[in-house]
């Protein structure tokens, strides 16, 4: 287990900076380009690092929408984090209010004795736009 009272780099301060108040998933390059040519500049490998430390202290949410890229968002407060519809046309992610499978994560785990730290729910298909316009 790690340590929670371990010192925060500028490079992990910085990209968790980045992530904040978006209502959209950044991959590790968006988030570099964003903070290219800026104040607070970090390099790629160093967005790399931070991200993996950020995703190791459940600070922020790995997510892949099947573009072999993955994107990256401050977790939210569920201990699951967030679920998501995404699309894979045009790959818009749009992340679901509340937990949809809540009820069914207790009857599992009380069936089976099963204590559940966490999962990881993700829909994959059209949205509205893509499918029209197929």
Known sequence: MMNTQQRWTRGQRTVLDALQDKDHLLSAQEIYSQLRDTPQEVGLATVYRALEML???GQVQAVSVGDQ???YQIKSNHRHGSHHLICTHCKRVIALPACPVRELESQLSQQHRFS???HVLDFFGLC???????
């Open 69 to 71: 890229q993955t994107y």
């Open 116 to 118: 559940i730290d966490y």
């Open 55 to 57: 995703l190791a202290r």
């Open 128 to 134: 509205q736009a893509c499918a029209n316009r197929a």
